[in-house]
Nanobody
Framework: QVQLVESGGGLVQAGGSLRLSCAAS????????MAWFRQAPGKEREFVAA????????YLADSVKGRFTVSRDNAKNTAYLQMNSLKPEDTAVYYC????????????????WGQGTQVTVSS
C-alpha cells in the first residue's frame, strides 16, 4: 500500500502562485511515475502534470504549459507542482496520483490517488 498526502492548496488571487506537495509513504521502493490531476465543479477530472521517477521526464497539459512546473525529490518521495500566473479557471480540487508500474502520463491508470487539495483562484 502507498499513502499519498497532498498539501499546499489554498486561496490566491489571479496572477499569484502556489506550490502543491504530494508525499508518498509506504511501499514506495518501486515508484514509476507521479502525477497531478484536477477536477473543477461539474467537470471531469483532467490531467495536469506528471513526472517519471527514474529519469525525471515531465509532462504537462497544454493549458498549464509555461505556468506550471512539476518536480520531485526522490529522497523524500515527494512530488511538487509549482503553479504560477494562476487564473480563475485553475480553480479545482487537485489530486496527486502514484504509479508503481507503467501508466500513461495523462491516463487514469494510476495505482493510488490522494484525497485532494482545494485550489481557489479569485479574480
Amino acid at each position: 500500500q502507498v499513502q499519498l498526502v497532498e498539501s499546499g492548496g489554498g486561496l490566491v488571487q489571479a496572477g499569484g502562485s502556489l506550490r502543491l506537495s504530494c508525499a508518498a509513504s509506504g511501499r514506495t521502493f518501486s515508484s514509476y511515475r507521479m502525477a497531478w490531476f484536477r477536477q473543477a465543479p461539474g467537470k471531469e477530472r483532467e490531467f495536469v502534470a506528471a513526472i517519471s521517477w527514474s529519469d525525471g521526464n515531465t509532462y504537462l497539459a497544454d493549458s498549464v504549459k509555461g505556468r506550471f512546473t512539476v518536480s520531485r525529490d526522490n529522497a523524500k518521495n515527494t512530488a511538487y507542482l509549482q503553479m504560477n500566473s494562476l487564473k480563475p479557471e485553475d480553480t479545482a480540487v487537485y489530486y496527486c496520483a502514484y504509479a508503481y508500474r507503467y501508466a500513461a502520463p495523462s491516463g487514469y491508470e494510476y495505482d493510488y490517488w490522494g484525497q485532494g487539495t482545494q485550489v481557489t483562484v479569485s479574480s
